[in-house]
């Protein structure tokens, strides 16, 4: 019902910024929640930052907090991830989810995935 597309990712030097877009089709309503994880080589799949579609609420893991911003523009269906400052630690690929509703920093709690978008910052 809910098809996502990431796009946005790329090679970057440390303290540059990127943004990555998650664009939606299909069926949405306003009560989803769309989330931001992320995977580095070898490790499991991080929360790294979730909001409801509308954007009433928007909560983002520790390790992002300060730099990284969701965003999101209804009438394009599509959310942004704003980062900020990025380190080489924010190596991995990005991943935008969707859940029916409600605030989740699971994987599992997220139905639709979309393909992700490598982002790979150099020192």
């Known amino acids: 019902q809910v098809q996502l597309v990431e796009s946005g990712g790329g090679l970057v030097q440390a303290g540059e910024s990127l943004r990555l877009s998650c664009a939606a089709s299909g069926r949405t309503f306003s009560s989803y929640t769309m989330g931001w994880f992320r995977q580095a080589l070898g490790k499991e799949r991080e929360f790294v930052g979730a909001?409801?579609?509308?954007?009433?609420?928007?909560y983002y893991a520790d390790s992002v907090k300060g730099r990284f911003t969701i965003s999101r523009d209804n009438a394009k269906n599509t959310v942004y991830l704003q980062m900020n400052s990025l380190n080489p630690e924010d190596t991995a690929v990005y991943y935008c989810?969707?859940?029916?509703?409600?605030?989740?920093?699971?994987?599992?709690?997220?139905?639709?995935w979309g393909q992700g978008t490598q982002v790979t910052v150099s020192s």
């Open positions: 909001t409801t579609w509308s954007g009433g609420t928007t």
């Open positions: 989810a969707a859940r029916v509703s409600g605030i989740s920093t699971a994987p599992q709690g997220y139905k639709y």
